[in-house]
C-alpha cells in the first residue's frame, strides 16, 4: 500500500508539473520578452518532458540498479550479506567452462532467426502486394502466428518435435525421410534448430507486415515508367522496390535483431535451455542464473554485458547500412 | 483555460492525497486473518484445502486466504516473496529448500510450538524428518502434511509377457532391477524399461543408489565426499547405462517429474521410481491389471534398503507471519487425524499422527502395502541428504547438466562424477568450517 500510495503521489506530481510547465508556456507566449525563435525551440522539449520522467522512472532505475549489482555479491538468498566484489561476477562468467557454447548458440540463433524471418516475410510480402481472390482471409491467416503469445508457440513446438509422440516425426516417417525417430529435443544442435524453428516461425509477419506497408507507400507511376521503359521483374525489385523499402527494412532488421536477442521465453518453455546448455544462449542463460541459483549479481553483469553488445551492434549496424542516406533518391 | 487547467491539477493531487491518507485513518479491530501458499496446486487440493479453511473459520473465527503457485514457479516465487519480507504466514515447503530458508530466516523454528506433543506423531515424523532437521538446522522448522517413500512403480502386465516374477513381499535388488529394465525395454512394441530422469531432479535417486555403496553415507568426518571410489565410479556408469544403453527414450535427456510420470502411464516404460504420492495419479489412469509397486531395490553390497522418506509440502510458519499463534493453529488444524487422512487419502500420502490408527486403505491389501511395508522393514535406512547448505543452484542446474554431458557424450564418467562430487565436497568443508560444532549427517532407520 506504501509504494502505491508512493507512485500515486509521482504520478500526481507529474500532472501537476506538466500542467504548471504548460500554463507557463502559454503565459510566457504572450510576453514579448521571449522571442518566437526561442519558445519554438524550446517547445519539443517541453512535449517530452512527461514522457522522458516516466522513461527515467521505469527504465533508469532498474538500469543504473542493475549495473551497480553487476559489481556487487548479490544472492536473493542471502540479502544480509551484500557487497562489492569488483569484478568478481565477470571471472565468474568467463571461468563457466559452458559460456563460449552459449555466445555461439547466441550468435547463431540470432542471425538463424533474422535472416529466416528476413527472406520470408519479404517473400511473404511480394506475394501479398498483389490483389487474388481471399486475400483478406490469407493475409488474417499468415499474420496469426504474430498474434500467439510466445508460451503457445513454444508449447506448439515442444510437442510438435517430441521424440515419441511428435508430428514432425510422424510426417517425416511417413515420407520416408527418416527411418528411425529423432530426438529433436534432446540432442545437441537439433534442440536450438527448433527453438529457431519457432521463432522464425513467429517472427516472419512482422517482417512481412513492415515491408507491405512500405511496398504500398512506393508510388505507382515510377512502376508504369518502369514498364514502359520494358524494365524486367528482377530489375525492377532491385532498382525500384528495394530503394524505396531500405529504411523500413534497416530499421526492422535491427528492431528483430535486438528483440530476438533479449528473446529467451520460447528457448525456456521449448527446451529450457538443454541438453547440458545446448539450446542456452545469454539472456536465457542470466534467466536461468537470476532465477535458479537467485545469483542475481552474476545475472546482471550478463545483462550489463548483452547492452554493451547491443550498443556496439546498433552503433556498427546504422553506420555500415548508412542508414541516415537509405530511401534517398 | 488556464485557471481550469490548474484547478483540475488541484484537484488531481487532492483526490490523491485523500486517497493515500484513507488508509492511516483509524480503522475498526478486524478479525485475524492468514494467508496460505501451497505450492503444488491441483483442483483436488484446491478443493480440500478451501473446504477445511471453511471448517476453521467455523470453529475458531480465523479466515484462511488460499493462494497457490504451480510447483515449477514455486521456488522462484517464495524466493522473490521472502526476499521482500511478503511471505504468506503459512506455507507449503519442500526439504530441499530449507537449507536456503533457514538461511535466510524465513522460516521460524516450531520447537516451541511442538513442545511435549511429539508422542502424537508417527516414527517417521520424530525419527527421520525432525531428527535430520535438528541436525541439519539445528531446530525443527516444519509440520509434514504426510510422509512419502519411494517405490519402484512396475508395469504389471509388461512384466508378465518378459517372464518376469516379481514379489513385492520378498523384494529385489538392485542388479535384479537393472536385469528388469532391461528386459522391459522393447523397441519393437515402442516400450521403453525404465522412465529415466535426465532433467531438472535427475540426481536425486542417482545420489541414493551412489550413496548404497557407503552404507548411506555421503561425506566422511571431515566433509570429504565418498564418491571418488572406483566402485562409486562403475555405479555411475551402470545407472547411466540404462539411457546409453537404449532402456529410455532418448527425450528422457530431457526429462522431468511430469514426463516421467505421464509416459509411464501413457505406456511408453516400464518402470519409474518414484514417490508414493504417484499411486494417486496410477489409480486415476491405469487399470489395477496394469501396474504395480516393488520396493526400493535392496544395495548390492549390504542387502539393505536405501530409501529417502520424506514430507512432500511440510507446513511452516514464515519469520514475517504478524500472526503466528493463529498460524500454529491453522497447522495443528490441519494436522489433526481426522483432517489428515483425508488429506493423506487425497493425495497419495502416509498420514503423520499416530491416532489414525491402523485404516484398511493403509492395510497389507491396500494401495500403499509396498511403502508401508518398508516403512517397517529393519533394513531399511534413510541415507544422507545432499548437505545442510544451500544447494537450490546446483539441484537446478551443475547436477544435471553434468549427468547430461556424459549421455551425450560430452565429458567422460570419471570428470562428470567428479564435478558433483568436487563442488558438493567443497560446500560440505566450508559450512563445516563456518559452522563449529556442527557434524556431518549420518543415515538414520527407524528400528
Redesign the interface.
Known amino acids: 500500500m506504501g509504494i502505491l500510495a508512493l507512485y500515486l503521489i509521482g504520478i500526481a506530481a507529474l500532472c501537476g508539473a506538466g500542467v504548471f510547465y504548460i500554463s507557463r508556456h502559454f503565459r510566457r507566449q504572450n510576453s514579448s520578452v521571449m522571442s518566437h525563435i526561442q519558445r519554438r525551440k524550446r517547445e519539443p522539449y517541453l512535449f517530452l518532458f512527461p514522457t522522458l520522467l516516466l522513461l527515467v522512472l521505469m527504465f533508469a532505475y532498474p538500469l543504473i540498479n542493475s549495473s551497480i549489482m553487476a559489481f556487487q555479491y548479490y544472492k536473493l538468498t542471502a540479502p544480509d550479506k551484500v557487497y562489492f566484489n569488483g569484478l568478481d561476477n565477470f571471472r565468474k562468467l568467463f571461468a563457466d567452462s559452458d559460456v563460449w557454447l552459449i555466445i555461439r548458440n547466441s550468435l547463431l540463433y540470432v542471425v538463424a532467426s533474422v535472416a529466416g524471418q528476413f527472406v520470408l516475410g519479404l517473400t511473404l510480402a511480394l506475394t501479398l502486394k498483389k490483389p487474388f481472390p481471399l486475400k483478406g482471409l490469407y493475409h488474417a491467416i499468415v499474420f496469426l502466428p504474430w498474434a500467439f503469445s510466445a508460451f503457445v508457440i513454444g508449447l506448439i513446438q515442444r510437442w510438435s518435435f517430441n521424440g515419441e509422440y511428435g508430428v514432425i516425426n510422424n510426417l517425416l516417417m511417413k515420407l520416408n525421410m527418416i527411418s528411425e525417430k529423432v530426438a529433436w529435443l534432446g540432442t545437441p544442435g537439433l534442440s536450438l534448430f527448433v527453438v529457431i524453428i519457432a521463432m522464425i516461425w513467429m517472427g516472419v509477419p512482422f517482417f512481412a507486415i513492415m515491408i507491405l506497408a512500405a511496398m504500398q507507400s512506393i508510388p505507382a507511376d515510377v512502376y508504369e515508367a518502369s514498364y514502359i521503359d520494358g524494365c524486367g521483374p528482377l530489375r525492377r525489385f532491385f532498382r525500384i522496390t528495394f530503394p524505396y523499402i531500405q529504411p523500413t527494412i534497416i530499421v526492422t532488421v535491427l528492431l528483430r535483431t535486438i528483440w530476438i536477442f533479449n528473446s529467451f521465453d520460447l528457448i525456456v518453455v521449448i527446451t529450457n535451455g538443454g541438453p547440458a546448455n545446448y539450446s542456452q544462449t545469454l539472456p536465457s542463460y542470466m534467466y536461468t542464473k537470476a532465477f535458479s541459483g537467485y545469483d542475481f549479481g552474476l545475472a546482471s553483469s550478463l545483462g550489463v554485458m548483452l547492452m554493451a553488445v547491443l550498443v556496439v551492434y546498433v552503433t556498427l549496424f546504422l553506420r555500415v547500412t548508412q542508414y541516415n542516406k537509405a530511401g534517398d533518391f | 483555460m ?1 485557471k481550469k ?2 484547478v ?2 488541484f484537484v ?2 487532492l483526490a ?2 485523500s ?2 491518507a484513507a ?1 492511516s485513518a483509524e480503522k475498526p479491530a478486524k478479525a485475524t486473518e492468514l494467508r496460505f501458499i501451497d505450492v503444488s496446486p491441483s483442483p483436488t487440493r484446491q478443493e480440500y484445502f478451501t473446504k477445511t479453511f471453511d471448517k476453521f473459520k467455523q470453529e475458531t473465527g480465523i479466515t484462511v486466504v488460499y493462494e497457490s503457485v504451480p510447483w515449477d514457479d514455486a521456488a ?1 516465487k517464495l ?2 516473496l ?2 521482500s519480507n511478503q511471505l504468506p504466514d503459512v506455507m507449503t515447503t519442500w526439504a530441499g529448500w530449507l537449507g ?1 530458508f533457514t ?2 530466516k524465513w522460516i521460524v523454528p516450531l520447537n516451541e510450538y511442538i513442545g511435549t506433543t511429539t508422542d502424537e506423531y508417527a516414527k517417521t515424523v520424530t525419527q527421520l524428518v525432525w531428527k535430520s532437521e535438528k541436525e541439519l538446522y539445528g531446530n525443527i522448522y516444519t509440520i509434514p502434511d504426510g510422509m512419502m517413500v519411494k517405490g519402484v512403480f512396475v508395469r504389471k502386465d509388461w512384466a508378465k509377457d518378459a517372464g518376469l516374477k516379481l514379489d513385492p513381499k520378498k523384494g529385489w535388488t538392485y542388479k535384479d532391477y537393472f536385469d528388469a529394465v532391461y528386459k522391459l525395454t522393447d523397441s519393437s512394441k ?1 516400450h521403453y524399461g525404465t522412465s529415466f530422469r ?2 531438472r531432479g535427475a540426481f536425486d535417486p542417482l545420489f541414493v543408489y551412489l550413496e548404497s555403496f557407503n552404507g548411506g553415507a555421503a561425506y566422511s568426518a571431515d566433509g570429504s565426499a565418498l564418491f571418488d571410489s572406483s566402485e562409486s565410479l562403475e555405479a555411475y556408469k551402470r545407472w547411466n547405462g540404462l539411457y546409453l544403453d537404449g532402456a529410455a ?6 526429462w522431468g517429474f511430469v514426463e516421467m510420470v505421464s ?1 509411464f502411464t501413457g505406456g ?1 516404460t516400464g518402470t519409474l521410481i518414484n514417490d508414493s504420492e504417484v499411486a494417486a495419479t496410477c489409480i486415476e489412469n491405469m487399470t489395477a491389471a496394469q501396474w504395480t509397486v516393488m520396493p526400493m531395490p535392496r544395495s548390492d553390497k549390504d542387502g539393505k534398503i536405501y530409501n529417502t522418506v520424506n514430507s512432500p509440502y511440510a507446513y511452516s510458519i514464515s519469520a514475517s507471519s504478524k500472526n503466528k499463534d493463529a498460524s500454529w493453529k491453522l497447522i495443528q488444524f490441519l494436522t489433526r487425524p481426522d483432517n489428515n487422512i483425508e488429506y493423506c487419502k487425497l493425495t497419495g500420502l502416509i498420514p503423520i499422527k499416530t491416532a489414525v490408527g491402523n485404516d484398511p486403505f493403509y492395510g497389507p491389501n491396500g494401495p500403499y502395502a509396498t511403502f508401508v511395508q518398508q516403512l517397517n522393514d529393519p533394513a531399511m535406512v534413510v541415507p544422507c541428504a545432499f548437505g545442510p547448505f ?1 544447494y ?2 546446483m539441484h ?2 551443475t547436477m544435471h ?1 553434468e549427468m ?2 556424459y ?2 557424450g ?1 565429458q567422460d564418467a570419471a570428470t562428470s562424477l567428479a564435478n558433483v562430487s568436487n563442488e558438493l565436497e567443497k560446500r560440505m568443508k566450508e559450512y563445516l568450517a563456518a559452522n563449529p560444532g556442527s557434524a556431518v549427517e549420518k543415515p538414520k532407520g527407524l528400528f
Open positions: 488556464l487547467l490548474s483540475l491539477a488531481l493531487v490523491v492525497s486517497l493515500v488508509p522462484n524466493t522473490v521472502g526476499a536456503q538461511e535466510a515402442n535426465g532433467s527414450p532418448k527425450d528422457a535427456i530431457n509416459n511408453l544451500n537450490t543452484d537446478q542446474g547438466e547430461q554431458k549421455l551425450l560430452k
